[in-house]
């Protein structure tokens, strides 16, 4: 009799250690499920992130090539305006000198006088104002 008393104790006790296993492999197939389906949503937001990321990245340098353009024209701008400055600071100097020319020419009767400054002035005319280069 205490035997199968024993024997009956011990097949419930196996029973509730199934049911027991049982609840423990269904809690965990739950967690499971939400564990799956976060790392989705994560592997989603990380792919999202990537994609933006790499956009950034390239509006980023985009950025950088637009100011070294920026920069590369500001420093031709420069120059130039440097160059227009030297070209008037050199017209404001000859301006002077053609008038006290212009005086000698108009109160001088000699015709070699007349003759050199006409040529000249013509070789002036042919000079582009810009770069300085002679035409002919």
Avoid: W
């Avoid at 196996?14 to 799956?36: G, H, P, T």
């Avoid at 792919?47 to 500001?74: S, T």
Wanted: charged share 30%; aromatic share 4%; net charge positive.
């Amino acid at each position: 009799m205490k035997h199968r008393q024993f024997a009956q104790r011990s097949r419930v006790r196996k029973l509730q250690y199934i049911a027991e296993l049982e609840r423990n492999v269904q809690v965990l197939q739950a967690e499971s499920s939400e564990v799956s389906a976060e790392l989705e949503f994560l592997n989603q937001q990380n792919l999202i992130l990537n994609m933006e990321n790499k956009a950034l990245k390239q509006r980023l340098e985009n950025l950088a090539q637009e100011q070294l353009i920026k920069y590369l024209e500001h420093e031709v701008l420069e120059r130039e305006r440097g160059r227009l400055r030297a070209l008037y600071q050199q017209q404001q100097q000859q301006q002077p000198q053609q008038l006290s020319s212009s005086h000698r020419r108009n109160t001088s009767r000699d015709l070699d006088q007349q003759f050199a400054n006409l040529s000249l002035r013509q070789k002036e005319a042919n000079r582009d104002p810009v770069s300085g280069q002679l035409h002919i």
